[in-house]
């Protein structure tokens, strides 16, 4: 499923291969977010021309609309959306975590029991449940080639009990996502098997983090991925957690990105990283270069004939100015959006 084939000398880069059923993850690997299915502004054509090798989408999204069953029934995920590529869906933990911070008419819109999470969808009001079993039942539907384990995501500078329960609740949950995935892997018939990721949670408190993977590899999973909600003060964990994890197995940056992180984490020896901040960025008009950041906006672009990137091969970057960008972005034209999140991505395939 996972072999590194080769260290760095000089750091603990490491080189490897992920097997899908959709083809092989050469790592270090940064993957874009499409969320509901797809990159905003880009299309599956777009995508490949940049050199990605994987999306993410996520189970939370997809189950409220347009539905599992629904996207199963239209030939998978990677049909739907006409991407024959590998796809890692998240489970939709920290969604949940993220609707139960937020209110509606001072109502919490969510809830976490031992059972699972209980939720509102703020945009229609429809009451959702989700399991352990039902997120490992959703992400089969989509046809994922990676799933993720349901997890109990809260902040990193959560107090000592809160971080506990976290953890406690995260292994039993991840113990039901495994008993669901070898309930459905026994009528598998392809040759390579999706594989099943946990999540560490723990917190900025080092004991914790090592008895939640503890409990974990117990368990068995492919790889994992570093849970909870990332602040400044988190680079001593991600550094703990990457020198934790055993070496056999994928280590997963959770929503972290930008490139300097991504070259800092792989440094680190991290094998996957994802993150919105890219295509988020680049419809911000924030453009990352080999030369330094830009914002296309600026007047100075006005009339600048040159590309973004003088060494970026993207279409982007091969067919149009800086002063054809910014006007473009002046006027809110969306073909701005599609051609400034290309070469974003495009410039991320290139750092690792």
């Keep these: 499923m996972f072999e590194v084939k080769e260290y760095s000398n000089s750091s603990k880069l490491r080189k490897g291969v992920i097997k899908t059923a959709h083809g092989d993850i050469k790592t270090p690997c940064f993957a874009p977010d499409a969320t509901r299915g797809a990159i905003e502004y880009m299309d599956s054509t777009d995508m490949k021309s940049v050199g990605l090798q994987m999306t993410l989408t996520n189970t939370y ?31 939709g933990g920290f969604q949940a975590f993220s609707l139960i911070q937020r209110h509606n008419d001072g109502k919490p819109l969510g809830k976490i029991t031992d059972e699972g999470v209980k939720f509102t969808d703020p945009k229609n009001g429809n009451k959702y449940f989700l399991t352990p079993e039902r997120a490992i039942q959703i992400q089969y539907e989509l046809g994922s080639d990676i799933m993720m384990v349901l997890d109990y995501c809260i902040h990193d500078e959560g107090d000592l009990r809160k971080n506990k329960k976290s953890v406690d609740i995260t292994v039993e949950w991840a113990k039901r996502c495994k008993l669901e995935y070898e309930r459905l892997i026994l009528d598998d018939k392809r040759e390579i098997k999706p594989q099943l990721w946990g999540i560490v949670q723990g917190g900025n408190d080092k004991d914790l983090r090592k008895n939640c993977y503890d409990r974990l590899e117990e368990i068995g999973f492919d790889g994992y991925g570093y849970g909870g909600w990332i602040t400044k003060e988190s680079w001593p964990m991600i550094e703990y957690f990457a020198e934790m994890v055993d070496d056999s197995k994928v280590k997963y940056m959770m929503g972290m990105g930008t490139p300097e992180d991504v070259l800092k984490l792989a440094n680190l020896g991290y094998d996957l990283m994802d993150c919105v901040i890219p295509t988020r960025n680049a419809r911000h008009g924030l453009v990352y270069t080999s030369l330094g950041e830009i914002r296309i906006k600026r007047e100075e672009f006005k009339n600048d004939q040159t590309p973004l990137d003088p060494n970026c091969d993207c279409i982007t970057c091969k067919n149009y100015t800086k002063a054809y960008l910014r006007y473009l972005y002046s006027i809110e034209h969306p073909t701005v959006m599609r051609l400034l999140s290309i070469h974003n991505l495009r410039y991320y395939m290139t750092i690792l």
């Design 61 to 91: 999204h997809l189950m409220t609309n347009p539905g599992s069953e629904y996207i199963q029934s239209q030939g998978g995920i990677h049909k739907f959306a006409d991407w024959d590529m590998p796809v890692l869906t998240d489970s």
